[in-house]
């Protein structure tokens, strides 16, 4: 079989990335649902990270 | 709760028939662009059926508003996000924001027919934005958005690098932000780049190889997107805040 040929930027993404790439959507959703067991575990907050980029973001508000 | 509250609010609005999109951080984990998201964004059909199933899918959820303006279709249509708060044991804290019009994106029956549909083993289907409308609604004024778009746009590259159609080499080359890539993509595909130039000047850099303007050319090109997300968004936000003071007496 003939060889994929990577350029140089592609290899450096792929080396960091590619496993988690290699998943089908529905795969990466089982993976993030550990994630979510972990997060809610260690009684991580639900709200959305305040962004003063954001259209929505004003000071005092529940963001 | 349930560990991912998000998949329950995707199956209260399924089994309420509410008509609407994943988007935002739970999309872009669907594209590999990203691992983890704590939101929960939708774009909807707005037309007062959908919003009344829309309402019963919120009450199901225990969803409270929590931030102006409330859910109503002229809001929706104006351009306006409703933002909720579940309250129901299983999603208990989740965020829930819907919206019906992305700007610089087509109207929502484009979207829905440009959706992608993603299949659970245990039955569940995920109906989520097109990659292409999901990069499209990335271009505003937040940084972290510029971050997932490019993500978006070479993670399609890295996944289809092998046998892309002639469409797919067109839309990196518009797409692509990544200075040296977009260099090595003119490379590969001299033809297309040509063909891209009139839609997208800055690539005459890229097909010279000249990396720093290039580079200064996406720079220019991110700040016109963010500029005008920003005027897009100065109305909206002056409407909110006369709402938000309304509220507040």
Known sequence: ?63 | MTPNPILKVLSTLKKHHVRCLLIGGQSCIIYGAAEFSRDSDFVILSTAPNLKRLQKALKALKAELIYVPPLALDYLERGHACHFRCTAKDTKGLRIDAISKLRGCEAFDKLWKRRNTVALKNGSIIEVIGLRDLVQSKKTQRDKDWLMLNRLVENDIILNRDNPSADQMKWWLRECRNAGLLIELAKKYPKRAKECVMDRPLLSFAINSDIQELKAGLHEEEMLERQKDIYYWTPLRKELEILRRKTKK
């Not at chain 1, 907050?45 to 973001?57: G, R």
């Open chain 1, 1 to 63: 079989m003939k060889k994929q040929r990577n350029t140089h930027a592609i290899r450096e993404f792929i080396d960091e990335d590619m496993e988690w790439l290699s998943l089908t959507p529905a795969q990466r959703i089982l993976e993030t649902n550990k994630l979510w067991k972990l997060y809610i575990a260690l009684g991580g907050s639900l709200d959305p990270e305040p962004n003063p980029q954001s259209p929505f973001y004003f000071k005092k508000t529940p963001r």
